[in-house]
């Protein structure tokens, strides 16, 4: 086929689509009906996980076991019956030669976790983190196959696949780009594209295909570019699966659709290990065969609603819903809710594929079976909650495309007394570099719970179930970015910053957290000699600087000072509470002296047009100094993560 045959039907027929449509596709555009996205879900993830670790065939029946229950079942022994949440006794009736392995728990008083025999809920904790860590390789792949993937849990993901389509439409045929660049230059970027040469038969797909509707089941019907891009997408999903398999050994099935909520349906459509695709002419015809709850966002309180205010059927639920003018749903639903509803149901979805990029707070969590009576007994699992924090906070960082560190800036503690009484309190995080931040979490945790037992008093036991949260997190690129708006926003000239620095410097308060390492070095020379910090004292095991220099007579008791810490930058005792005060206070000392070395070398006209952009309002730091939440302030609650429900144990 010649270069200019493969743009244009033999018939000379038009698209239904215009070059705008198309071009916007290398744009992300979540308008153009050509979007191409796919949602890829793990089967049976942590059932899969085990299965690997084991060495065990995939045609083994496995279940993964949490004390006496089962959690995830995989697909060879969902033949014989079983399901989540049984017992093992009625797991191994039905499958006599059923394998249950056992998840990964944290031992009291043990700061790693491990495949424990015979773990006893009194004295383990339920760990996800295997599954987190094959996770993220299987991330690393998806991230490596695709520039805009959002992270929907452990075990799946969706991918906008929509600029990798174009690219590959553009290198299949050729003419089109050059029609592209003619039609921009031209200003016609609304005309119709020629109808692509190919015909059905001509596509070659990878996957199940959805039956069109009938309606649009007929011989005459023409491939158009929606068929091409969705085809197209479904080789490059195909390819990731494979090497997801070849290179991890898991299976995943996966839904190619022109928007999110059509790819998480048909991703469910043939499990597992395989994958479906839906093309436009087959979105009405899928759709009304569903339940409206199996559409994302309607199966909980919000399906409820409208099955009670409709009276919904069991049965064709969504051809029912269809016959619902916008105006009722809007009258029933407000405006937004009503709006969404009526184009959800109709296959019409406009949200983007978000990646993930930064984490609201991490949880870990345990509830005690026997209770917990001592302090002695909460300072052993304040030290696994920390663990299992720290072990998530660096993965995280490595699953990221820039790899930084988030650090999060508030700790929270909730607990449940025996008698269901509960409370929360939070406190700021002392700054800290990753290398001693499991420590200073440690030290911040039993800081707030101190607290807590102090004003309960004798009435802080038994304890029925405690939790840490922390959230706030910041990483030290983000950090990084926001140092020259910072500056600015703090004082116009650089005298003036430093000016205003030495002034705070005197006072008694002060702060709790360091910026960036590399935006440290030089903060010395901005000090008056009697603040230098002298060159004798160490750095300790923990990241922690004595008060008074190292002797073999005067040791730092961190008991002693379980409320306060010696900041690293200037030796002087900082109360918790006063941490992000403290912490803002040598940020802006750092970068006055980064503008200091600048303005030594360069001509300072040529930092005038610098200094002003980053005054306008376009200046990336927006939080004044000395913001924060005070030390033992009352919190609600934190949500328990997506995984954390069922492993609550």
């Given at each position: 086929?010649?270069v200019e045959?493969?743009?244009?039907d033999?018939r000379?027929?038009?698209?239904?689509?215009t070059?705008?449509?198309?071009?916007?596709?290398?744009?992300?555009?979540?308008?153009t009906?050509?979007?191409?996205?796919?949602?890829?879900?793990l089967?049976?993830f942590?059932?899969?996980?085990?299965?690997v670790?084991?060495?065990?065939d995939?045609?083994?029946?496995?279940?993964c076991q949490q004390?006496?229950?089962?959690?995830a079942v995989?697909?060879?022994?969902?033949?014989f019956?079983?399901?989540?949440?049984?017992t093992i006794?009625?797991a191994?009736?039905?499958c006599?030669?059923l394998?249950?392995?056992h998840?990964?728990?944290?031992?009291?008083g043990?700061?790693?976790?491990?495949?424990?025999?015979?773990?006893?809920?009194?004295?383990?904790?339920?760990s996800?983190?295997?599954?987190?860590?094959q996770?993220?390789?299987?991330?690393k792949i998806?991230y490596?196959s695709?520039e805009?993937?959002?992270?929907?849990?452990?075990?799946?993901?969706?991918?906008d696949?929509?600029?990798?389509?174009?690219e590959?439409?553009?290198?299949?045929?050729?003419k089109?780009?050059a029609?592209?660049?003619l039609k921009?230059?031209?200003?016609?970027?609304?005309?119709f594209?020629?109808l692509?040469?190919?015909?059905?038969?001509?596509l070659?797909?990878?996957g199940e295909?959805?039956?069109?509707?009938?309606?649009?089941?007929t011989?005459?019907?023409?491939?158009?570019?929606?068929?091409?891009?969705l085809?197209?997408?479904s080789k490059?999903?195909?390819?990731?699966?494979?090497?997801?398999?070849?290179?991890?050994k898991?299976?995943?099935?996966?839904?190619?659709a022109p928007?999110?909520?059509?790819?998480k349906?048909?991703?469910a459509?043939?499990k597992?290990?395989?994958q479906?695709?839906?093309r436009h002419?087959?979105?009405?015809?899928f759709?009304?065969?569903?339940?409206?709850?199996?559409?994302?966002?309607?199966?909980?309180?919000?399906g409820?609603?409208?099955?009670r205010?409709?009276n919904?059927?069991?049965?064709?639920?969504?051809?029912?819903?269809?016959?619902?003018?916008?105006q009722?749903f809007?009258l029933?639903?407000?405006?937004?809710?009503?709006?969404?509803i009526?184009?959800?149901?109709r296959?019409?979805?406009?949200?983007e594929?978000?990646?993930?990029?930064?984490i609201?707070?991490?949880?870990?969590?345990k509830?005690?079976?026997?209770?917990?009576?001592t302090?002695?007994?909460?300072?052993?699992?304040?030290?696994?909650?920390?663990?299992?924090i720290?072990?998530r906070?660096?993965?995280f960082g490595?699953?990221?495309?820039?790899?930084?560190?988030?650090i999060?800036?508030?700790?929270?503690l909730?607990?449940r007394?025996?008698?269901?009484?509960?409370?929360s309190k939070q406190?700021?995080?002392?700054?800290?570099q990753p290398s001693n931040?499991?420590?200073t979490?440690?030290h911040?945790a039993l800081?707030?719970y101190?607290?807590?037992?102090e004003?309960k008093?004798?009435?802080?036991?038994p304890?029925y179930?405690m939790?840490?949260?922390?959230s706030g997190?910041?990483s030290?690129v983000?950090?990084?970015?926001a140092?020259?708006?910072?500056l600015?926003?703090?004082?116009?000239?650089?005298?003036?910053?430093?000016?205003?620095a030495g002034r705070?410097?005197?006072?008694?308060?002060s702060?709790?957290?360091?910026?960036?390492p590399?935006r440290m070095a030089?903060?010395?020379l901005?000090?008056?000699e009697?603040?230098?910090?002298?060159?004798n004292?160490p750095?300790?095991?923990?990241g922690?600087?004595?008060?008074?220099p190292?002797t073999?007579?005067?040791?730092l008791d961190l008991?002693?000072?379980i409320?306060s810490?010696?900041?690293?930058?200037?030796?002087?005792r900082i109360?918790?509470?006063?941490?992000?005060?403290?912490q803002?206070?040598?940020?802006?000392?750092?970068v006055?002296?980064?503008?200091?070395?600048e303005?030594?070398?360069?001509?300072r006209?040529?930092?005038?047009?610098?200094i002003?952009?980053i005054e306008g309002?376009?200046?990336?730091?927006?939080r004044?100094?000395?913001?924060?939440?005070?030390?033992?302030?009352?919190?609600k609650a934190?949500?328990?993560?997506?995984?954390q429900?069922?492993?609550?144990?």
């Amino acid at each position: 086929m010649s270069v200019e045959e493969n743009c244009h039907d033999s018939r000379g027929g038009l698209s239904k689509f215009t070059y705008a449509q198309f071009d916007s596709l290398r744009k992300y555009s979540t308008t153009t009906p050509l979007r191409v996205i796919a949602h890829i879900d793990l089967d049976a993830f942590y059932a899969q996980c085990e299965t690997v670790r084991l060495g065990l065939d995939p045609s083994c029946p496995l279940a993964c076991q949490q004390w006496q229950g089962l959690i995830a079942v995989n697909y060879a022994a969902r033949k014989f019956g079983i399901s989540r949440h049984e017992t093992i006794n009625e797991a191994k009736k039905k499958c006599p030669g059923l394998v249950l392995a056992h998840v990964a728990t944290w031992k009291e008083g043990d700061t790693n976790w491990a495949y424990h025999e015979n773990p006893d809920i009194a004295t383990h904790k339920v760990s996800l983190d295997p599954y987190r860590r094959q996770s993220r390789l299987i991330f690393k792949i998806f991230y490596e196959s695709c520039e805009k993937v959002e992270y929907g849990g452990l075990d799946e993901a969706f991918l906008d696949l929509s600029k990798l389509a174009y690219e590959k439409a553009c290198a299949d045929y050729s003419k089109l780009e050059a029609l592209l660049h003619l039609k921009q230059e031209e200003g016609r970027m609304s005309d119709f594209m020629p109808l692509p040469q190919i015909s059905q038969e001509d596509l070659s797909w990878e996957g199940e295909l959805v039956p069109l509707d009938t309606d649009r089941d007929t011989p005459d019907r023409v491939g158009d570019w929606d068929d091409v891009l969705l085809m197209l997408g479904s080789k490059i999903v195909k390819g990731i699966r494979d090497k997801v398999w070849n290179e991890l050994k898991y299976t995943c099935s996966a839904g190619i659709a022109p928007n999110r909520v059509l790819g998480k349906l048909c991703s469910a459509y043939k499990k597992p290990n395989n994958q479906t695709v839906l093309r436009h002419d087959a979105v009405n015809g899928f759709i009304a065969t569903l339940n409206f709850s199996k559409i994302r966002g309607l199966g909980g309180k919000l399906g409820h609603e409208i099955s009670r205010h409709f009276n919904v059927p069991e049965e064709g639920s969504i051809p029912f819903l269809l016959q619902i003018s916008l105006q009722d749903f809007i009258l029933a639903l407000g405006e937004e809710t009503g709006n969404w509803i009526y184009h959800i149901i109709r296959g019409r979805d406009a949200s983007e594929v978000k990646p993930r990029t930064e984490i609201k707070s991490m949880l870990s969590a345990k509830n005690f079976r026997p209770n917990i009576t001592t302090y002695q007994q909460a300072e052993k699992w304040l030290r696994i909650f920390v663990a299992d924090i720290m072990g998530r906070i660096f993965e995280f960082g490595s699953s990221t495309r820039d790899g930084a560190v988030r650090i999060p800036k508030t700790l929270a503690l909730h607990h449940r007394h025996a008698n269901a009484d509960s409370s929360s309190k939070q406190i700021p995080i002392p700054a800290c570099q990753p290398s001693n931040l499991e420590e200073t979490l440690f030290h911040t945790a039993l800081v707030l719970y101190r607290k807590i037992a102090e004003e309960k008093g004798g009435s802080m036991y038994p304890l029925y179930q405690m939790s840490m949260n922390v959230s706030g997190f910041d990483s030290t690129v983000a950090r990084n970015h926001a140092i020259d708006g910072f500056l600015v926003k703090s004082a116009r000239k650089v005298g003036d910053v430093k000016e205003s620095a030495g002034r705070e410097f005197t006072r008694e308060s002060s702060v709790v957290t360091s910026p960036p390492p590399d935006r440290m070095a030089g903060v010395g020379l901005v000090l008056d000699e009697e603040h230098q910090v002298p060159n004798n004292w160490p750095d300790t095991s923990d990241g922690i600087r004595p008060s008074h220099p190292t002797t073999t007579d005067n040791q730092l008791d961190l008991e002693s000072h379980i409320d306060s810490f010696i900041c690293k930058d200037c030796a002087k005792r900082i109360n918790f509470e006063d941490a992000v005060e403290h912490q803002d206070w040598h940020f802006a000392l750092s970068v006055a002296e980064q503008f200091r070395q600048e303005m030594d070398t360069q001509d300072r006209s040529s930092l005038a047009s610098p200094i002003g952009q980053i005054e306008g309002k376009d200046s990336p730091v927006k939080r004044k100094a000395g913001t924060g939440t005070s030390n033992g302030s009352s919190v609600k609650a934190p949500k328990l993560e997506k995984g954390q429900r069922t492993l609550f144990g």
